[in-house]
Structures are given as C-alpha cells and as structure tokens.
C-alpha cells in the first residue's frame, strides 16, 4: 500500500469510527468515549502517513523512530507542504493545531474523551465541555480539504 492509499485508509476508518452510533445501553458512554478516543488515534496515525507520504519523493524521509510531529514541526525540513502545515500548526484556531493539542491529551493519564453528564442532574450546560466527536469531525473535513490541496501542490512540483 502507498503512503497515500493508507493515509486515505486512516481517515476513512477515523471517520468510520466517529459515526458509529453508541446505542443506549450502559456502555453506551464507554462506547462513545472509545470510539472518539480510537479515531483520534487514527487521526494520528493518518499524519504521520501524510508526513511519510508528503516526503516521499525527496531525500527527506519519515525519522527511523518514526517521530513525524519532529519532521512536521521543526525546521529541519524545507518543503512547501511541510510549511504550510507548520503555519497551520502555529494557528491555534486551525484544525491541526486543535488536533494536535487532542493528541497531546490522548497520550496523557486523563485521555482525552469525557463522560457527559458532567452537570448537575436538573441543570442545563451552558457553554459546557465541548464535544470531542463533533470537534474531531470538523477537523476530519478540514484535513482532507488541507490534504486535497497538498497533493496537488505536491504533484506539481
């Protein structure tokens, strides 16, 4: 498989994950909080792809202890693709910056996924705990934007 086919692979299972429907019974929390835990994982897993898959074709490749997020953030590299992620990364509001920081919390103690419920039984949330799957949705769509237009860039040159 190409570096591009499992990229591909990786978001569409991600994806996969977060529409599974978690049911109603009483692992339906655990359920939801696994699978958005598991396609953030995948998410991962598909940026490190896209950094083998970007570098590919030049003398750069993937580091042997696989650490990507060196590749992608450091300035060791000097490719477009790269550098446009890297402007995304510095974005707080980007999708690879608000991806970034769930990995980050994925590979803490705490995770990342919540229980909800975390009100008070009676009251209403307001500006609550923010939901993972919606969030981790929002950056899927705009990943595989970033990723279609990297390609082409890629192509290109």
């Avoid at 692979?9 to 958005?36: C, F, K, N, S, T």
């Avoid at 490190?48 to 060196?70: C, F, K, M, N, Y």
């Avoid at 994925?106 to 009100?119: I, K, Q």
């Avoid at 949705?137 to 040159?157: M, P, S, V, Y």
Wanted: glycine share 8%; aromatic share 4%; with cysteine.
């Amino acid at each position: 498989m190409t570096p591009r086919a499992r990229t591909n692979q990786l978001l569409y299972q991600a994806e996969l994950l977060l529409a599974v429907a978690p049911g109603d019974d009483e692992h339906a929390e655990a359920r939801r909080m696994a699978a958005e835990e598991g396609a953030l994982a995948l998410l991962e897993l598909a940026l490190a792809s896209l950094v083998q898959e970007l570098t590919e074709l030049t003398e750069h490749a993937l580091p042997a202890d696989g650490d990507w997020r060196r590749l992608l953030l450091s300035d060791e590299v000097r490719l477009a693709e790269l550098e446009r992620l890297r402007g995304l990364a510095e974005r707080p509001d980007s999708w690879l910056a608000r991806l970034l920081v769930r990995i980050e919390a994925l590979r803490s103690s705490d995770g990342v996924a919540r229980r909800s419920g975390g009100a008070a039984q009676g009251l209403i949330a307001v500006g609550g705990a923010d939901d993972l799957g919606a969030e981790l949705f929002d950056c899927l769509r705009e990943a595989k934007r970033e990723i279609g237009a990297l390609r082409q860039t890629n192509e290109e040159w």
